[in-house]
C-alpha cells in the first residue's frame, strides 16, 4: 500500500517533528512495526520504527521514551544517538520538520515482556530481510545509515 494512488481521495495528513527508535535485538535483527491500514497517516500498512510526534514542549528522548511506553510498554536506560534527518517542505508551505533516530537494544527478557499497543503487527528482520518488505523510505534510511556507520562508504 504505502502511497496512494495518484489522484485517489485522502485524508489531510499532518506534519511534525518527530523520534524513533531503531531496536536491535541481542540477535542482532531490527524489531519493526507494521503500521496500521489507516489513510490517515504517513505510509500505512508498511512497516516502520517505534517512535512518533513529538508534543509541545517535549524533547527528543521524553518523546521516544513515551512513545515507547504506549506504543511497547517498552521502557529503556541505554540509548546511542544514530542520526537526525531534516525535511525542508518550505516549497510546498509546510514548513520545516526533523526526525531523529536512536539505537535502542533491549535485552531478551524485555523483548520477551512487549505488548503491542500500535500498529498491526511487530517482527524482528535481519538487515537483509528489510530490503524485501515495505518499508517507510525515512527509516529504510535511518536504518541504512546505522547500518554502514562503521563501513567505509567514501572513496
Known sequence: ???????????????????????????????????????????????????????????SLTALRRELIEELELSFVKYEFVSRLEFDLRPMKLGNYFREYYLVEPTEKELSRLVLHEGENLKEYSFEELAGIPLTPYDAFAIHLYWMRNKSILA
Open 1 to 59: 500500500m504505502g502511497l496512494p494512488v495518484w489522484g485517489s481521495p485522502r485524508p489531510t495528513l499532518t506534519m511534525s517533528d518527530a523520534v524513533a527508535a531503531i531496536i536491535r535485538t541481542p540477535e542482532g535483527k531490527f524489531l519493526m512495526q507494521l503500521r496500521d491500514a489507516r489513510p490517515n497517516i504517513w505510509y500505512p500498512a508498511s512497516w516502520g520504527c517505534f517512535g512518533g510526534a513529538l508534543n509541545k514542549g517535549e524533547t
